[in-house]
């Protein structure tokens, strides 16, 4: 059956995959952005529906002090004996730790912290033991590939850690993924770093602690040298076996924009079949490589994917799709009718800024809200946010007597107005953001017309174009500075190019 790539669009990176039954489970990271971990469900491999985070509290997920692409690493979802575990690292607390549950749509326990440094741990249960890997790095701070056993109610280590290896020659070999399959055990590991000499690798070995013998189609998968692919930086995998007996891997990509090596919508989750050789040996894709328009034996039929959004803010709670930048402070945000946001004394260029956003997923795309401003000063509007260094901001702006509409950038962290316009005296205003791969353009309601006001480089979002290394995406969402902000809705479409 043929189906399209990305499986997950916008800021998902870092997948791991579990199947229960007929059901298929996924996760990605999240970094500074709460709640953590989303978990998404299918039932054949396309589809995916985002049902419930397995990090929802501060208590599990402290990211106060989180600098910009800190926080969550790399989680990993398995099941095993009617519990679901997900293991990841919180670079800016204790490290790694998992969690587990036997609801995966309900709360997940506290923490488990495992007293294994690094990042990227995955589990294996094989034979009434529970094998512990992650990435970590010798006595002269180079990375490798280590490993432990460890109670799994109490995270307690069994033995020893123990290095494995150093991966199979590529720089910063990470993601160990270590499976049982057959009479061997597979290491599979990411190498390259993960930007555009991003690749997959794998091994096996009679003993989870090896030697390990490379597979000799190593990488498995790399876009390194598919210069001409729209599908960019492939690496960081898992995989999982179907109800058929047929194998799929999971991994991140990117889709950069067409003019440079650029990327805006963050890494994204892709997927490809896999097929084992006389050998034993997997063959990803094609030859190694993945396409957008792929084909392969899926466990269901496709169906057509939408990414529209709309919220009226009518609910106790909001949708699973928001995000908050770090901890958020709950009381500043009220729902039940419209949404209203509080200013704390942080702003957009600060950590804990009051904003809830959604995932940018397509490169054109339009997101659209109505706001009020309380009496008084006030300043509050909508927001394509990267992180505190990099968004562009269209805001309403009044005090008793004046309003304003104002077009703000921050890149690099220099903060300047683009444009402001002064408007008749009004306290609400219909505000736009269309998105593009070119420019971001930004738009006010006037009498029924919409106004463009002005635009910004849509490379001032892109993970190459930052001063630091960051691992996220492009967020569209809203935001108050000043007082208080109502919202009576927010949409956010995918728009078709002709």
């Not at 440094?117 to 790095?137: A, N, Q």
């Not at 069994?158 to 199979?168: A, E, F, V």
């Not at 050998?279 to 084909?295: D, K, R």
């Not at 077009?407 to 205003?429: D, M, Q, W």
Request: with cysteine; charged share 20%.
């Amino acid at each position: 059956m043929n189906y399209q790539n990305p499986i997950i669009k916008g800021f998902n990176p870092d997948p791991s995959i579990c199947r229960v039954g007929e059901d298929f489970y996924l996760v990605t990271s999240t970094f500074e952005f709460f709640p953590g971990v989303p978990i998404y469900h299918s039932k054949n491999l396309v589809n995916w529906e985002l049902i419930n985070h397995c990090l929802s509290s501060e208590s599990q997920l402290n990211l106060k002090d989180c600098r910009c692409s800190g926080g969550i690493y790399a989680p990993t979802i398995r099941y095993y004996d009617g519990i679901f575990y997900m293991v990841t690292t919180n670079i800016t607390d204790k490290g790694n730790f998992f969690v587990y549950t036997d609801d995966i749509y309900g709360k997940w326990s506290e923490p488990i912290w495992v007293d294994q440094g690094g990042i990227d741990p995955s589990l294996l249960f094989d034979d009434g033991k529970v094998y512990f890997t992650s990435t970590g790095s010798d006595a002269n701070g180079k990375a490798c590939i280590c490993i432990c056993e460890i109670n799994p109610q109490t995270g307690e280590k069994l033995t020893p850690t123990t290095l494995l290896n150093y991966g199979c020659g590529g720089r910063f070999c990470e993601a160990p993924h270590l499976y049982k399959i057959g009479k061997y055990y597979y290491l599979m590991i990411a190498e390259g770093g993960t930007e555009f000499g991003h690749m997959v690798t794998m091994q096996r070995s009679s003993s989870p602690y090896g030697p390990f013998e490379p597979c000799p189609y190593n990488p498995i998968l790399s876009h390194r040298n598919y210069g001409n692919s729209p599908i960019q930086a492939t690496g960081h995998a898992d995989i999982v076996e179907d109800e058929k007996s047929n194998w799929w891997l999971v991994c991140l990509g990117i889709r950069p924009l067409k003019q440079a090596m650029l990327h805006n919508l963050g890494r994204e989750t892709f997927l490809a079949p896999i097929h084992w050789d006389n050998n034993g040996w997997p063959i990803v894709g094609e030859g190694g490589t993945i396409e957008l328009a792929m084909n392969g034996p899926l466990p269901g039929t496709p169906e057509p994917v939408c990414f529209d959004f709309k919220d009226n803010f009518q609910t106790q709670s909001l949708n699973l799709e928001w995000n908050y930048v770090r901890n958020p402070d709950l009381s500043l945000y009220q729902t039940g009718n419209g949404l209203s946001l509080t200013a704390s004394s942080e702003t957009l260029n600060d950590n804990q800024p009051t904003f809830i956003g959604i995932r940018q997923k397509e490169f054109h795309m339009e997101a659209e809200t109505e706001i009020t401003l309380s009496k008084g000063i006030g300043l509050g509007g909508i927001t394509a946010f990267y992180t505190r260094f990099y968004h562009y901001d269209l805001f309403l702006e009044t005090d008793d007597n004046s309003s304003y509409l104002v077009l703000r950038s921050t890149v690099h962290g220099f903060t300047a107005e683009v444009k402001r316009i002064s408007l008749p005296y009004t306290r609400t205003v219909k505000l736009k953001i269309m998105t593009g791969p070119e420019k971001y353009s930004f738009y006010y309601e006037h009498e029924n017309i919409w106004i463009d006001i002005g635009h910004a480089a849509t490379a001032g979002l892109c993970t190459e174009a930052n001063m630091h290394m960051t691992f996220t995406g492009t967020y569209i969402g809203l935001f108050a500075e000043e007082k208080t902000s109502h919202y009576s809705y927010f949409s956010l479409k995918e728009i078709k190019s002709n």
